[in-house]
């Protein structure tokens, strides 16, 4: 080790925080110094981040040369120093000397610093490195493809996009290179400093202008990134001799809660090749701001957040705490239970994912949505209709006050009839008078608040079959309340918020509206785009309760519709909208993967996925 010519490297340097630190704050384990003149002093020493040849400190023996401590002091010749090993500098190198780790340097915390201070020298990296450049205009991006989303979003400026690029590596093991200079922080500014130009031949003298640059190191890849102006550039550097891969198999015993025995598990562990990852794919992405062209891919390696809805009973969760030795203790749902877990499913989906809150003298879901789908009964004063509500697109206040309303209100009473307090449209009613009474300020439809994406009008498809069932006198079950939506859809009366007319009528949380309610107000129209429309709303089927199996599915003659398929679930994506009251000091936005279809004693799933979020 004495006579070791070393070359330092991005992992030598990555770690040598671990070693301990002396008096005077230096590593005392740091064995390596920069190579130079002999003769030159020690004030005039390159920087150690000048990527040059190191040499073990053991035989950095002084020649009897001279070689002043201070620039101008008398040189004392036949000096001799040397810079030893050992944790207090004293000792010389010997088989027998004991070095130390400083194992809390390690550990606490477990990462490593932010900063480096080891970039490769400009023949380093023409002669080790591939290198690879692309250049990015995120104003000229986000002019097309803010115009296509369905709700208007403020795009990512230039400046937003740069620190965002750099915050994606840095959340993926990134350092960034401070060369000590201490020039703007940690990133680089100026004039003519890394100007975005030929990563060859450099930049042109009229290139030249105010810019600022980050270089960022993780192993033996290099990345540098630069804003100038209006352009953004990165330069990527991969090694041009990478380490071969390796995976590591691992064999284990497993024993599942209901299950007696142990079972053999296997999994393999491969090492990632970082210089392969994708960059210029994720960069693209977060200047489009996650669009339709560069959606998520699994070599992104996103963050995402899976959660499993499942048919609760608490009764055997409580055996199961109680400490059961087994799990199968579930028996099936009956109909009433299915219809309370779909009803906390439609809340749960309207407030917690599309973010829809409904005006507070609205009436409550669950005092009718467990309706849909209930068997015909005497209805004659078994449902009392909160006439306090209105839609929010008319004001209760001003009903005596309208004439316009109060013509409306008296066509509609002609068709109604009132056994004890539920209001009833008699069979005789008309598909428009129909209409006209699911849009009444007092006993209507529950709509929507207005929205930058919706039109005039829009309802719940799983509220207007509960409506149906409770106000239309002929409507004594759910596949008729279903049909009258249908014929109602086929009449042009309401049709699906995007404005897709041939949009089937589909019950659960699928949004519609009524047609041309009124052509003397300037109301919002529908889009007219079903692909944009479905990227902003999640929308899903629900599939009507089923009677509990006299035997086991499996013991059964025939399987039911869903199962009969080997074709697993159809999923789904949208936006996801998670800083809608903006708190964050960036711009943060996410994607969902869910289940087109829900069924109460079935499990649901749905993923959040992100890449430009904090996740909490």
């Not at 300020?441 to 509960?466: I, T």
Request: net charge negative; proline share 8%; hydrophobic share 30%.
């Amino acid at each position: 080790p004495s006579h070791v010519t070393i070359k330092i490297t991005s992992n030598r340097r990555r770690w040598s925080h671990v070693f301990p630190k002396g008096p005077n704050g230096q590593l005392i384990q740091h064995h390596h110094y920069q190579a130079g003149s002999s003769n030159d002093p020690p004030n005039n020493c390159p920087p150690p981040d000048q990527g040059g040849v190191l040499r073990s400190a053991s035989q950095a023996n002084f020649s009897d040369r001279q070689r002043p401590s201070v620039a101008g002091q008398p040189v004392t010749p036949g000096a001799r120093k040397a810079l030893l090993w050992g944790a207090t500098g004293e000792q010389e190198w010997t088989p027998e000397l004991l070095t130390g780790v400083d194992w809390k340097s390690l550990v606490i915390p477990a990462c490593l610093p932010i900063t480096t201070d080891y970039f490769p020298d400009e023949v380093c990296l023409k002669t080790d490195y591939v290198f690879s450049d692309y250049n990015l205009l995120p104003d000229d991006v986000n002019a097309d493809y803010a115009q296509q989303r369905a709700i208007y979003r403020k795009p990512l400026s230039t400046h937003e996009v740069f620190r965002e690029l750099v915050s994606q590596r840095l959340a993926q093991g990134f350092q960034i290179v401070d060369d000590g200079l201490g020039v703007g922080g940690l990133g680089v500014s100026g004039v003519g400093v890394g100007q975005v130009g030929s990563a060859v031949v450099g930049p042109r003298p009229a290139d030249i202008q105010p810019s600022t640059e980050y270089r960022l190191s993780i192993g033996r890849v290099f990345h540098r990134i630069t804003l100038c102006g209006s352009e953004i550039r990165v330069t990527r550097y991969r090694p041009r001799h990478p380490y071969p891969p390796f995976s590591v198999p691992y064999r284990y015993r497993f024993q599942a809660p209901d299950h007696e025995t142990f079972e053999t598990s296997w999994v393999t562990f491969n090492t990632e090749k970082l210089e392969t990852y994708n960059w210029n794919y994720l960069d693209h992405y977060i200047c489009t701001r996650g669009d339709s062209d560069f959606a998520l891919i699994d070599s992104l390696k996103y963050w995402r957040f899976r959660v499993y809805i499942l048919p609760v009973s608490t009764v055997s969760t409580r055996k199961i705490l109680e400490g059961s030795e087994y799990c199968d203790l579930y028996s099936p749902l009956t109909q009433e239970e299915q219809e309370h877990i779909s009803d906390n499913y439609l809340r749960f989906i309207e407030t917690w994912i599309n973010k829809i809150r409904r005006p507070s003298q609205k009436k409550p879901r669950g005092k009718h949505g467990r309706m849909m789908y209930r068997q015909s009964q005497t209805r004659s004063g078994s449902k009392v209709m909160d006439r306090g509500r209105a839609s929010p697109a008319t004001d209760s206040t001003s009903l005596t006050s309208s004439t316009a309303d109060s013509e409306h209100s008296d066509s509609v009473e002609d068709t109604l009839s009132v056994p004890g307090e539920t209001l009833l449209l008699k069979e005789t009613a008309t598909p428009q008078e129909i209409v006209e009474a699911m849009r009444h300020p007092v006993y209507g439809l529950s709509f929507l608040s207005p929205h930058a994406s919706l039109p005039g009008h829009v309802f719940v498809s799983s509220d207007a079959v509960s409506w149906a069932r409770t106000h239309v006198e002929h409507i004594t079950s759910y596949e008729a309340a279903v049909k009258l939506m249908e014929d109602l859809r086929h009449q042009n009366l309401i049709s699906h918020a995007s404005g897709d007319a041939n949009r089937p009528f589909i019950v659960g949380f699928h949004l519609y509206h009524i047609v041309n309610y009124d052509p003397n107000k300037d109301e919002p129209k529908p889009l007219k785009d079903l692909q944009s429309f479905e990227s902003e709303w999640l929308e899903v089927e629900m599939k009507p309760p089923t009677a509990p199996p006299t035997v086991p599915l499996f013991l059964s003659d025939s399987l039911p519709t869903q199962c009969q398929s080997s074709a697993g679930p159809h999923y789904r994506h949208t936006h996801l909208e998670i800083d809608a009251q903006t708190k964050s000091d960036r711009v943060e936005w996410a994607h969902c993967r869910y289940q087109s279809i829900y069924r109460p004693d079935h499990a649901y799933e749905l993923v959040v996925q992100w890449m430009a979020a904090s996740g909490t």
